[in-house]
Nanobody, 127 residues
Framework: QVQLVESGGGLVQAGGSLRLSCAAS????????MGWFRQAPGKEREAVAA????????YYADSVKGRFTISRDNAKNTVYLQLNSLKPEDTAIYYC????????????????????WGQGTQVTVSS
């Protein structure tokens, strides 16, 4: 089992920034690809960003490319999501997720591919 705990959400004005953190425990963190997803009220959960186990390869949804940055620190068992230039449409609950992978190039992009989920952290962007 892998336990994931997100933090760092909050209320911010449009154009502002936040840094989300996701602390993992329970297994060897560096064996897992990590992803960030979000879900707004009345909408499906969508992928925001993902990162491979070593941190050298990343994926971003088109809607956040150039504004959000995913990173990880395997020594601290933590994955981060830096959110810059926030827009009201970024308002959602943000979840981190983990999946055991066996190849460095693997970066799962869909929610169904992930096995472990955090409880989520609310991000609200006011206009």
């Amino acid at each position: 089992q892998v336990q994931l705990v997100e933090s760092g959400g909050g209320l911010v004005q449009a154009g502002g920034s936040l840094r989300l953190s996701c602390a993992a425990s329970g297994r060897t963190f560096s064996d897992y690809a990590m992803g960030w997803f979000r879900q707004a009220p009345g909408k499906e959960r969508e992928a925001v960003a993902a990162i491979n186990w070593k941190g050298g390869n990343t994926y971003y949804a088109d809607s956040v490319k150039g504004r959000f940055t995913i990173s990880r620190d395997n020594a601290k068992n933590t994955v981060y999501l830096q959110l810059n230039s926030l827009k009201p449409e970024d308002t959602a609950i943000y979840y981190c997720a983990a999946v055991r992978v066996y190849y460095d190039y693997v970066i799962p992009r869909s929610a169904s591919e992930y096995d472990y989920w955090g409880q989520g952290t609310q991000v609200t962007v006011s206009s």
